[in-house]
């Protein structure tokens, strides 16, 4: 008797592990430290570079860097939410960039820089308008927070150079604001509130 791989029970179980990732797309300037950092935090199974938010279908960097595309640099964080929340991610993703800079961080400036959340459930959506306006009301931010908060579309993969850029180029450079812990300490208050 043969036993077909994609019967076997070991196979189903993995399926039923995969189906239970979730993702989340954050755009907070250079996209290389955004994943760099982002994948080194335990629950995070995946991150991968892209650019979403615009209008042109399947854009490369080239395209992106002209501001004209109307997309970001991004990246698709793909999680474990029984080890990692979308609302811990959501006060890493506010811990490692300044959510206050209107399409720029640091020196890289344009629409593609920007501050954004692009979410994929009405459960996201509500988690990130909870984390802005907690972090608002705190005072934390001398100024206002500009960070966007949109429904998730197309996000298109970054050329195969800009995927895992700063492992395999350890000197390389990206411009990432860390922000005190404190950040992280408002939004757990604040989200823990918001849901009861």
């Not at 854009?59 to 970001?72: F, I, K, R």
């Not at 890289?108 to 308008?129: C, L, M, N």
């Not at 998730?152 to 922000?179: M, T, W």
Request: one cysteine or more; hydrophobic letters at 35%.
């Amino acid at each position: 008797m043969i036993t077909l791989l994609w019967q076997s029970p070991a196979w189903l179980e993995a399926e039923k592990v995969k189906d239970a990732y979730e993702k989340a797309v954050f755009a907070g300037g250079c996209f290389w430290g955004m994943e760099k950092y982002f994948s080194e935090e335990p629950g995070v199974v995946s991150a991968r570079v892209g650019y979403t938010g615009g209008r042109t279908a399947d854009p490369s960097y080239e395209e992106v860097c002209t501001g004209l595309t109307g997309h970001a640099e991004a990246i698709e964080i793909t999680y474990d939410p029984s080890k990692i929340s979308y609302d811990d991610l959501l006060a890493f993703f506010f811990r490692h960039h300044d959510p206050t800079t209107l399409n720029r961080q640091g020196p890289d400036v344009g629409t593609q820089y920007r501050s954004a959340i692009f979410f994929h459930t009405p459960a996201q959506r509500v988690s990130a308008e909870a984390a802005k306006a907690a972090l608002d009301r705190s005072g934390f931010f001398k100024r206002p927070i500009v960070t966007e908060i949109k429904l998730a579309g197309s996000f298109y993969p970054a050329e195969d150079y800009h995927q895992d850029y700063l492992k395999k180029n350890p000197r390389g450079y990206c411009s990432i604001q860390v922000q005190s812990e404190t950040i992280g300490q408002i939004l757990r208050s604040a989200l823990k509130k918001d849901k009861g």
